[in-house]
């Protein structure tokens, strides 16, 4: 098995406020079917309101990334599936769910991870 990260940029969902209790409806649902699929391990919304902060590697803090930047991930999914190919198929059910494009990106493996995550 391995783990995918599906998520999606923030300015990808463009749909009628209106419109949201129906989507956020859909994703759950997605959701749920990764659920009762075994494939699910976590997912979550990133509020656009909320501070960004950046930690350097000296341990300097800093704002930002700040709201003008181009590209900011609005949500994410993390599925464990055997290929490439079922990752994608979860990502399209999100995205249909999400009305909006997904990216899928295999998450690199670290068997002490997946140790830690066994415990």
Same mark, same amino acid.
């Given at each position: 098995?391995?783990?995918?990260? #599906?998520?999606?940029? *923030?300015?990808?969902?463009?749909? %009628? =406020? =209106?419109?949201?209790?129906? &989507?956020?409806?859909?994703?759950?649902?997605? &959701?749920?079917?990764?659920?009762?699929?075994? &494939?699910?391990?976590?997912?979550?919304? #990133?509020?656009?309101?909320?501070?960004?902060?950046?930690?350097?590697?000296?341990?300097?803090?800093?704002?930002?990334?700040?709201?003008?930047?181009?590209?900011?991930?609005?949500?994410?999914? #993390?599925?464990?599936? %055997?290929? *490439?190919?079922?990752?994608?198929?979860?990502?399209?059910?999100?995205?249909?769910?999400? *009305?909006?494009?997904?990216? &899928?990106?295999?998450?690199?493996?670290? %068997?002490?991870?997946?140790?830690?995550?066994? *415990?």
């Amino acid at each position: 098995m391995a783990r995918y990260l #599906i998520s999606f940029d *923030r300015g990808w969902m463009t749909f %009628p =406020e =209106e419109d949201l209790p129906a &989507v956020a409806a859909a994703a759950r649902a997605a &959701v749920q079917e990764a659920v009762d699929a075994g &494939v699910f391990v976590f997912t979550s919304g #990133i509020g656009d309101t909320e501070p960004t902060t950046l930690v350097g590697v000296d341990g300097a803090v800093t704002d930002g990334p700040y709201p003008e930047t181009k590209e900011q991930i609005g949500g994410f999914a #993390i599925v464990d599936v %055997p290929s *490439r190919d079922e990752a994608i198929a979860w990502a399209a059910k999100i995205a249909a769910a999400c *009305r909006c494009s997904q990216e &899928v990106r295999q998450l690199l493996p670290d %068997p002490r991870v997946d140790a830690w995550l066994a *415990r």
